[in-house]
Protein backbone atom coordinates (compact mmCIF):
# COMPACT_ATOMS: atom_id res chain seq x y z
CA UNK A 1 0.00 0.00 0.00
CA UNK A 2 1.09 3.26 -0.56
CA UNK A 3 2.54 5.82 2.42
CA UNK A 4 3.16 9.64 2.29
CA UNK A 5 4.90 11.34 4.88
CA UNK A 6 5.91 14.46 6.04
CA UNK A 7 8.57 16.14 8.30
CA UNK A 8 8.73 18.21 10.64
CA UNK A 9 5.49 18.05 11.98
CA UNK A 10 5.87 21.24 14.06
CA UNK A 11 8.24 24.13 13.84
CA UNK A 12 8.50 27.57 15.28
CA UNK A 13 11.43 29.36 13.11
CA UNK A 14 12.38 33.15 13.25
CA UNK A 15 11.36 35.98 10.64
CA UNK A 16 14.55 35.24 8.49
CA UNK A 17 15.41 32.37 8.50
CA UNK A 18 15.21 29.39 6.29
CA UNK A 19 12.87 26.65 5.76
CA UNK A 20 13.01 23.07 5.08
CA UNK A 21 10.20 20.52 4.80
CA UNK A 22 10.14 16.83 3.03
CA UNK A 23 8.03 14.89 1.89
CA UNK A 24 8.64 10.68 0.93
CA UNK A 25 5.86 8.77 -0.50
CA UNK A 26 6.25 4.95 -0.75
CA UNK A 27 4.86 2.19 -2.78
CA UNK A 28 3.73 3.93 -5.92
CA UNK A 29 6.00 4.91 -8.97
CA UNK A 30 6.18 8.67 -10.44
CA UNK A 31 3.36 9.97 -8.59
CA UNK A 32 2.09 13.79 -8.93
CA UNK A 33 3.34 15.46 -5.87
CA UNK A 34 1.96 18.75 -4.96
CA UNK A 35 2.61 20.96 -1.42
CA UNK A 36 -0.02 22.85 -0.24
CA UNK A 37 -0.81 25.46 2.37
CA UNK A 38 -3.99 25.99 4.94
CA UNK A 39 -3.82 29.37 6.74
CA UNK A 40 -5.48 29.40 10.08
CA UNK A 41 -9.29 29.08 9.61
CA UNK A 42 -9.19 29.20 5.72
CA UNK A 43 -9.01 26.73 2.83
CA UNK A 44 -6.43 25.07 1.15
CA UNK A 45 -4.16 26.67 -1.54
CA UNK A 46 -1.98 25.06 -4.21
CA UNK A 47 1.41 25.56 -3.84
CA UNK A 48 3.56 23.77 -6.14
CA UNK A 49 2.97 20.71 -8.27
CA UNK A 50 5.48 18.10 -9.71
CA UNK A 51 4.69 15.59 -12.12
CA UNK A 52 8.10 14.14 -12.09
CA UNK A 53 12.08 14.62 -10.81
CA UNK A 54 13.40 18.07 -11.62
CA UNK A 55 9.38 19.11 -13.02
CA UNK A 56 7.97 22.22 -10.50
CA UNK A 57 5.09 24.49 -11.44
CA UNK A 58 4.53 27.38 -9.24
CA UNK A 59 1.08 28.27 -8.41
CA UNK A 60 1.50 30.59 -6.20
CA UNK A 61 4.39 33.60 -6.56
CA UNK A 62 6.18 34.15 -2.93
CA UNK A 63 9.15 33.45 -1.26
CA UNK A 64 8.99 29.51 -1.41
CA UNK A 65 10.16 27.62 -3.61
CA UNK A 66 9.84 23.17 -4.01
CA UNK A 67 12.00 20.75 -5.56
CA UNK A 68 11.69 17.01 -6.47
CA UNK A 69 15.33 15.35 -6.34
CA UNK A 70 14.21 11.88 -6.37
CA UNK A 71 10.74 10.01 -8.20
CA UNK A 72 9.35 10.15 -4.34
CA UNK A 73 10.89 12.81 -2.49
CA UNK A 74 9.87 16.56 -2.71
CA UNK A 75 11.34 19.12 -0.94
CA UNK A 76 9.51 22.88 0.17
CA UNK A 77 12.11 25.69 0.98
CA UNK A 78 12.73 28.92 1.95
CA UNK A 79 15.37 31.34 1.77
CA UNK A 80 14.15 34.39 4.62
CA UNK A 81 10.62 33.12 5.94
CA UNK A 82 8.22 35.84 6.30
CA UNK A 83 5.34 36.41 8.85
CA UNK A 84 3.15 35.14 6.32
CA UNK A 85 4.84 31.91 5.70
CA UNK A 86 3.06 30.34 8.96
CA UNK A 87 0.29 28.00 8.49
CA UNK A 88 0.22 24.50 8.05
CA UNK A 89 1.93 22.98 4.83
CA UNK A 90 0.30 19.70 3.58
CA UNK A 91 2.47 17.33 0.99
CA UNK A 92 -0.32 15.45 -1.07
CA UNK A 93 0.05 12.40 -3.82
CA UNK A 94 -1.74 11.26 -6.75
CA UNK A 95 -0.86 7.97 -8.79
CA UNK A 96 -1.86 5.70 -11.46
CA UNK A 97 -3.17 3.44 -8.63
CA UNK A 98 -5.14 6.19 -7.28
CA UNK A 99 -7.00 7.51 -10.11
CA UNK A 100 -7.82 11.31 -9.88
CA UNK A 101 -7.97 11.09 -6.14
CA UNK A 102 -5.03 12.88 -3.94
CA UNK A 103 -3.92 11.60 -0.70
CA UNK A 104 -2.22 13.84 2.04
CA UNK A 105 0.86 13.67 4.49
CA UNK A 106 0.37 14.37 8.04
CA UNK A 107 1.09 17.95 7.82
CA UNK A 108 3.70 20.15 8.98
CA UNK A 109 3.01 23.66 11.16
CA UNK A 110 5.00 26.30 10.85
CA UNK A 111 4.86 29.45 12.92
CA UNK A 112 7.08 32.07 11.92
CA UNK A 113 8.29 34.43 15.17
CA UNK B 1 -17.45 34.35 -6.94
CA UNK B 2 -15.24 31.65 -5.35
CA UNK B 3 -14.90 28.38 -7.78
CA UNK B 4 -16.13 26.35 -5.22
CA UNK B 5 -17.93 27.64 -2.11
CA UNK B 6 -19.08 26.21 1.25
CA UNK B 7 -21.12 27.95 3.91
CA UNK B 8 -18.31 27.70 7.01
CA UNK B 9 -20.60 26.90 9.62
CA UNK B 10 -20.43 25.81 12.12
CA UNK B 11 -23.54 23.22 11.24
CA UNK B 12 -25.13 21.91 14.03
CA UNK B 13 -26.71 18.77 15.21
CA UNK B 14 -27.69 16.36 17.06
CA UNK B 15 -26.57 12.89 17.55
CA UNK B 16 -28.64 10.73 15.35
CA UNK B 17 -29.76 13.14 12.93
CA UNK B 18 -28.68 13.52 9.92
CA UNK B 19 -25.76 16.32 8.68
CA UNK B 20 -26.42 17.66 4.99
CA UNK B 21 -23.39 19.51 3.59
CA UNK B 22 -23.42 21.57 0.67
CA UNK B 23 -20.86 22.73 -1.86
CA UNK B 24 -21.46 24.66 -4.96
CA UNK B 25 -19.04 25.26 -8.21
CA UNK B 26 -18.49 27.56 -10.97
CA UNK B 27 -16.57 25.56 -13.97
CA UNK B 28 -19.86 23.22 -15.66
CA UNK B 29 -16.35 21.69 -17.20
CA UNK B 30 -16.01 20.03 -13.69
CA UNK B 31 -14.99 16.34 -13.91
CA UNK B 32 -15.16 14.84 -10.38
CA UNK B 33 -15.45 15.82 -6.56
CA UNK B 34 -14.68 15.01 -3.64
CA UNK B 35 -15.46 15.10 0.08
CA UNK B 36 -12.40 15.00 3.03
CA UNK B 37 -12.34 14.79 6.21
CA UNK B 38 -10.46 17.51 8.53
CA UNK B 39 -10.53 17.07 12.22
CA UNK B 40 -8.79 20.09 14.31
CA UNK B 41 -4.92 19.98 14.08
CA UNK B 42 -4.77 17.30 11.51
CA UNK B 43 -4.56 16.76 7.32
CA UNK B 44 -7.78 16.22 5.14
CA UNK B 45 -8.58 12.68 4.90
CA UNK B 46 -10.90 11.47 2.29
CA UNK B 47 -14.50 9.80 2.40
CA UNK B 48 -15.87 9.35 -1.08
CA UNK B 49 -15.70 10.75 -4.09
CA UNK B 50 -18.67 11.01 -7.05
CA UNK B 51 -18.05 11.90 -10.73
CA UNK B 52 -21.76 10.80 -12.11
CA UNK B 53 -25.16 12.65 -11.84
CA UNK B 54 -27.24 11.14 -8.72
CA UNK B 55 -26.23 9.60 -5.70
CA UNK B 56 -23.30 7.70 -4.57
CA UNK B 57 -23.59 5.83 -1.09
CA UNK B 58 -20.64 3.94 1.32
CA UNK B 59 -21.65 3.34 4.74
CA UNK B 60 -23.49 6.42 6.69
CA UNK B 61 -22.13 8.46 3.95
CA UNK B 62 -24.30 9.62 0.77
CA UNK B 63 -22.90 12.34 -1.81
CA UNK B 64 -25.23 13.93 -4.58
CA UNK B 65 -24.18 15.44 -7.59
CA UNK B 66 -26.30 17.61 -9.38
CA UNK B 67 -24.13 19.03 -12.61
CA UNK B 68 -26.75 20.97 -14.08
CA UNK B 69 -27.16 22.95 -10.55
CA UNK B 70 -23.98 22.58 -10.39
CA UNK B 71 -24.21 22.01 -6.67
CA UNK B 72 -22.76 18.68 -4.70
CA UNK B 73 -23.61 17.58 -1.11
CA UNK B 74 -22.39 15.19 1.47
CA UNK B 75 -24.96 13.79 3.53
CA UNK B 76 -24.12 11.76 7.13
CA UNK B 77 -26.55 9.23 8.55
CA UNK B 78 -26.73 8.52 12.14
CA UNK B 79 -24.79 11.53 13.37
CA UNK B 80 -21.67 10.85 15.88
CA UNK B 81 -19.90 13.59 18.18
CA UNK B 82 -17.00 11.54 15.85
CA UNK B 83 -18.19 13.18 12.91
CA UNK B 84 -17.67 16.56 14.26
CA UNK B 85 -14.50 17.79 11.87
CA UNK B 86 -14.23 20.28 8.80
CA UNK B 87 -15.60 19.09 5.96
CA UNK B 88 -13.60 19.77 2.87
CA UNK B 89 -15.11 19.86 -0.70
CA UNK B 90 -12.77 19.66 -3.68
CA UNK B 91 -13.37 19.75 -7.44
CA UNK B 92 -11.51 18.26 -10.77
CA UNK B 93 -11.72 20.71 -13.58
CA UNK B 94 -9.60 20.11 -16.69
CA UNK B 95 -9.21 24.01 -17.57
CA UNK B 96 -7.69 24.44 -14.13
CA UNK B 97 -4.85 22.00 -15.32
CA UNK B 98 -6.61 18.87 -14.05
CA UNK B 99 -6.28 20.17 -10.66
CA UNK B 100 -8.10 20.05 -7.66
CA UNK B 101 -9.63 23.15 -5.83
CA UNK B 102 -10.60 23.17 -2.31
CA UNK B 103 -13.51 25.16 -0.79
CA UNK B 104 -12.94 26.88 2.35
CA UNK B 105 -14.57 23.57 4.48
CA UNK B 106 -18.11 23.39 6.90
CA UNK B 107 -17.64 23.08 10.55
CA UNK B 108 -19.44 20.52 11.36
CA UNK B 109 -20.80 20.25 14.94
CA UNK B 110 -22.66 16.46 16.34
CA UNK B 111 -23.72 17.13 19.83
CA UNK B 112 -24.46 14.52 21.74
Known amino acids: SQTIHQWPATLVQPVGSPLSLECTVE??????LYWYRQAAGRGLQLLFY??????ISSEVPQNLSASRPQDRQFILSSKKLLLSDSGFYLC????????????FGEGSWLTVV | QKEVEQNSGPLSVPEGAIASLNCTYS??????FFWYRQYSGKSPELIMF????GDKEDGRFTAQLNKASQYVSLLIRDSQPSDSATYLC????????????FGGGTRLMVKP
Open chain 1, 92 to 103: AWRGLSSGNTIY
Open chain 1, 27 to 32: GTSNPN
Open chain 1, 50 to 55: SVGIGQ
Open chain 2, 27 to 32: DRGSQS
Open chain 2, 50 to 53: IYSN
Open chain 2, 90 to 101: AVRTLNAGNMLT
